[in-house]
């Protein structure tokens, strides 16, 4: 299982980024995909989740500014973030959670706000 991340880079405070992470090599069924992040001196946290089933799981600190979403056909997981914030500044990184195995992660996508 191969999980890609892209869409990251530098942007104003203010601005809009949009992270996808595709996953190939997946022979079982998906329980959930989406991304956590982490930024210095932090710890990994969950930012926005999606299952199969369409619940949608969302940080406090994000809820409002970023959309999780998934294209089932492209196997997708994308984070749409607007109003972007400093406080966001972290690398994120997506996860795939089978029904039945460990998560899988993606090599994990630099995001920096600037002020």
């Known amino acids: 299982v191969q999980l890609q991340a892209s869409g990251g880079g530098l942007v104003k405070v203010g601005g809009s980024l949009r992270l996808s992470c595709a996953a190939s090599g997946t022979s079982f069924s998906i329980s959930a995909m989406g991304w956590y992040r982490q930024a210095p001196g932090k710890q990994r946290e969950l930012v926005a989740a999606i299952t199969n089933a369409g619940t949608i799981n969302y940080a406090n600190s994000v809820k409002g500014r970023f959309t999780v979403s998934f294209d089932n056909a492209k196997n997708t997981v994308y984070l749409q973030m607007n109003s972007l914030k400093p406080e966001d500044t972290a690398v994120y990184y997506c996860?795939?959670?089978?029904?039945?195995?460990?998560?899988?992660w993606g090599q994990g996508t630099q995001v920096t706000v600037s002020s």
């Open positions: 996860f795939l959670r089978p029904v039945y195995l460990s998560d899988y």
